[in-house]
């Protein structure tokens, strides 16, 4: 039963995600600059990045995609914090493509982690309370704020 359940999440997410480009493990689907954060580091590269498989979506949204392993059993750390919960992977999202934008996090970059659960949003309410200071301080795992509360005064 469970195989029949994930053959249709994963056609669920094929049939709702149209693909315009496919860079697999190669460069072009995000900015080829570091990612920055709201306090002015650095952060990583994500389209040099080639264990991430990486797309943009017909509506122009960058996306990487890293699979840690099948069982979920990947803990999530954040400064002295770990997620309650394994994880199986984690999605990026460049909402506004890889030729426009910020490239920061909590601007135009946002991630998910993947649980057995489905999708949750980085900064969840789930994971702890102090991802919102995180997010206040560096950008980063700010889109559970943002969806959850629908707003981004995080940047304010």
Same mark, same amino acid.
């Given at each position: ?15 709702? /995600? ?11 689907? $995000? ?13 990583? @590269? ?6 991430? *498989?990486? %797309? %943009?979506?017909?509506?122009? /949204? ?6 840690? @392993?099948? @069982? ?5 750390? %954040?400064?002295?914090? /770990?997620?309650?919960?394994? *994880?199986?992977?984690?999605?990026? /999202?460049?909402?506004?493509? +890889? ?10 970059? $946002? ?7 489905? $999708?949750? +949003? ?8 102090? =991802? $919102?200071?995180? #997010? ?5 795992? #700010?889109?559970? *704020?943002?969806?959850?509360?629908? =707003?981004? @005064?995080?940047?304010?």
């Amino acid at each position: 039963m469970r195989l029949k359940r994930e053959r249709k999440e994963r056609k669920a997410l094929k049939d709702t /995600i149209v693909i315009s480009k496919s860079c697999a493990g190669g460069t072009g689907c $995000f900015t080829n600059n570091s990612s920055r954060r709201t306090d002015g580091q650095s952060a990583a @590269n994500i389209d040099a990045e080639s264990h991430r *498989y990486k %797309i %943009i979506t017909k509506e122009g /949204i960058s996306m990487a995609f890293h699979a840690y @392993n099948a @069982n979920c059993a990947a803990n999530s750390y %954040i400064g002295e914090i /770990i997620s309650g919960f394994g *994880y199986c992977g984690h999605v990026m /999202i460049d909402v506004d493509g +890889p030729n426009s934008g910020e490239n920061t996090w909590g601007k135009d970059l $946002f991630d998910f982690r993947l649980t057995k659960e489905g $999708f949750v +949003p980085d900064g969840s309410s789930s994971y702890s309370l102090d =991802n $919102f200071r995180h #997010c206040q301080e560096t950008g980063e795992w #700010c889109t559970g *704020y943002a969806i959850e509360k629908c =707003n981004r @005064n995080y940047l304010h």
